[in-house]
């Protein structure tokens, strides 16, 4: 279970604005080279950001019994840390999901963990340009950015087969294409707007993956008011 010395507290400053990243690369040394430049660069745009390392947490499946919604509504029934996670998320300004891009998805365990999110939403439905989505059960929630490791390890730390045999070439089009769409269809169910999937690559260097996740949270932290 979570440390109860790591739990965020979001009192204090109104202004303050905070960022929740979810790390989903497993084992991998990826998603913490990534989490730490991510908390570098929020810093310099004025965020703070605390980092959650999925697989070192202890969050059970979605058992799918509809308890957050009829029994005790918008919150989980089962008290681990994918119960804190949801309860961060929403008290967050922006959130930011780290994962290797699997046949153009999340990690199983970013998935897993996304998936518990849901008692922050209300078991009715509405439409949106065409779609059905849920009815949001709070007045704010945050922004998303999804960032996509392509030509990266997988959370058991064997190669993403979906990013192709050759690492400098970028992951294929059809696969970002897929995230982008998975990201963006999330995030309106969610209430998470805006929202922006990036993609990093094994040939990028630090300077470059610094310079993408700069502009794609300074996109989006502007286009929510947090700049």
Not at 76 to 103: H, Y
Not at 145 to 174: I, T
Request: contains cysteine; glycine residues 10%.
């Amino acid at each position: 279970m979570m440390n109860a010395s790591k739990a965020v507290d979001y009192g204090g400053e109104a202004s303050l604005k905070r960022a929740l990243i979810l790390d989903g690369c497993g084992q991998s040394d990826a998603g913490g080279v990534v989490s730490d430049l991510s908390v570098n660069v929020l810093g310099a745009l004025g965020a703070v950001a605390d980092v959650r390392v999925l697989h070192e947490l202890k969050i059970a499946p979605c058992r799918a019994c509809f308890a957050c919604w009829v029994k005790t509504p918008g919150v989980c029934v089962n008290r681990d840390d994918g119960f804190k996670i949801a309860c961060e998320t929403v008290k967050s300004d922006l959130l930011i999901l780290i994962t290797p891009v699997v046949f153009g998805g999340y990690s199983s365990i970013l998935k897993k963990s996304f998936e518990r999110i849901l008692p922050i939403l209300t078991p009715f439905f509405k439409r949106i340009d065409g779609e059905v989505h849920h009815v949001l059960r709070y007045k704010r929630y945050p922004a998303i950015v999804a960032v996509g490791l392509a030509g990266g390890r997988d959370e058991n730390g064997g190669k993403n087969r979906d990013s192709g045999e050759n690492r400098e070439d970028p992951e294929s089009p059809e696969s970002e294409a897929v995230f982008s769409a998975l990201v963006a269809a999330n995030a309106v169910n969610l209430g998470c707007v805006p929202n922006e999937a990036v993609f990093l690559y094994d040939s990028d260097d630090e300077n470059l993956k610094a310079e993408k996740l700069r502009s794609a949270f300074g996109r989006v932290m502007a286009k929510r008011g947090l700049l």
